[in-house]
């Protein structure tokens, strides 16, 4: 029997990547800091540039690779071209998004919304929509609908007892945690388009290949659970967090550079 605790912690993750996202861009609609266009091309650039191009690539290209079988096998390198890979996609798409497709949106909320864009439809996408499924599912057969009537339900009844109380609520937590990370990575890629300066989007890459090789190869190598691995990415949460409330002040100085050199000519 799926224990009610289990019900809670998809219902917490549904939230967190379903509702949560669709809120935010419910309020970028009807926002009046005209916030819309940037959150719609985050999204987009995670769409395009995860979806479209890394993942298929991945998984049905690479995999026919005798390199790529090699590397597979080898943990710290694994991770390190996954992240890598993850970095390059997602930091080029998020440079061409900001200096292409929003050219006069380069405010700081221009920032915070496209990547709120940008992590809210890799949470719907990956957790949201799939956490919904499974809720909906079991909430079905716990109130008698027969778990054989549909194929659908069948899997859900048959997966639904691998899915512990813990692994349900981290779902959403880990989530919750990557907002912030995704939001920071979004401010650094813009500063550099605002600054002129290229090496801000390789400082994104970089810090996005050590982020999501950590998720890789910590649970390898140290066989670091799933509560440890939450840890670690609410860490890079904290560290990210605070990077996008300093970083209003960089902001801040470029814009009023601008202007001075606007009245100067």
Same mark, same amino acid.
Not at 13 to 37: H, N, R
Not at 47 to 54: E, G, H, P
Not at 114 to 124: K, P, T
Not at 193 to 204: E, H, P, T
């Given at each position: 029997?799926?224990?009610?605790?289990?019900?809670?912690?998809?219902?917490?993750?549904?939230?967190?990547?379903?509702?949560?996202?669709?809120?935010?861009?419910?309020?970028?609609?009807?926002?009046?800091?005209?916030?819309?266009?940037?959150?719609?091309?985050?999204?987009?650039?995670?769409?395009?540039?995860?979806?479209?191009?890394?993942?298929?690539?991945?998984?049905?290209?690479?995999?026919?690779?005798?390199?790529?079988?090699?590397?597979?096998?080898?943990?710290?390198?694994?991770?390190?071209?996954?992240?890598?890979?993850?970095?390059?996609?997602?930091?080029?798409?998020?440079?061409?998004?900001?200096?292409?497709?929003?050219?006069?949106?380069?405010?700081?909320?221009?920032?915070?919304?496209?990547?709120?864009?940008?992590?809210? *439809?890799?949470?719907?996408?990956? +957790?949201?929509?799939?956490?919904? &499924? /499974? !809720?909906?599912? =079991?909430?079905? #057969? $716990?109130?008698?609908?027969?778990?054989?009537?549909?194929?659908?339900?069948?899997?859900?009844?048959?997966?639904?007892?691998?899915?512990?109380?813990?692994?349900?609520?981290?779902?959403?937590?880990?989530?919750?945690?990557?907002?912030?990370?995704?939001?920071?990575?979004?401010?650094?890629?813009?500063?550099?388009?605002?600054?002129?300066?290229?090496?801000?989007?390789?400082?994104?890459?970089?810090?996005?290949?050590?982020?999501?090789?950590?998720?890789?190869?910590?649970?390898?190598?140290?066989?670091?659970?799933? *509560?440890?691995?939450?840890?670690? +990415?609410?860490?890079?949460?904290? &560290? /990210? !967090?605070?990077? =996008?409330?300093? #970083? $209003?002040?960089?902001?801040?100085?470029?814009?009023?550079?601008?202007?001075?050199?606007?009245?100067?000519?």
């Amino acid at each position: 029997m799926i224990e009610n605790s289990v019900i809670m912690g998809l219902a917490f993750s549904v939230l967190s990547a379903l509702v949560l996202p669709l809120g935010i861009f419910v309020y970028c609609i009807f926002s009046k800091k005209k916030i819309l266009k940037p959150f719609i091309i985050g999204a987009l650039v995670f769409f395009i540039s995860q979806i479209v191009l890394r993942i298929p690539i991945i998984s049905y290209i690479l995999p026919n690779q005798i390199w790529y079988i090699k590397l597979s096998t080898n943990p710290y390198l694994y991770g390190i071209f996954l992240g890598l890979t993850a970095g390059i996609f997602e930091e080029v798409g998020r440079y061409i998004g900001f200096k292409y497709l929003l050219k006069k949106k380069h405010r700081y909320i221009d920032g915070i919304s496209f990547g709120l864009g940008h992590w809210g *439809v890799e949470a719907l996408l990956i +957790v949201g929509v799939n956490a919904a &499924l /499974f !809720l909906g599912g =079991i909430i079905a #057969i $716990k109130s008698g609908v027969d778990y054989n009537s549909s194929n659908l339900l069948n899997i859900i009844f048959n997966q639904s007892a691998s899915i512990t109380t813990v692994n349900a609520f981290a779902m959403g937590l880990e989530r919750m945690f990557t907002m912030s990370i995704h939001v920071a990575l979004s401010m650094i890629v813009l500063y550099g388009v605002k600054s002129k300066q290229i090496k801000y989007l390789f400082i994104a890459i970089l810090l996005h290949g050590i982020v999501d090789a950590g998720v890789v190869i910590l649970p390898q190598i140290f066989n670091l659970n799933i *509560v440890g691995m939450e840890i670690y +990415v609410f860490i890079w949460s904290l &560290l /990210f !967090l605070y990077f =996008i409330l300093k #970083i $209003k002040d960089l902001y801040k100085n470029i814009d009023d550079l601008k202007y001075e050199s606007q009245i100067k000519d």
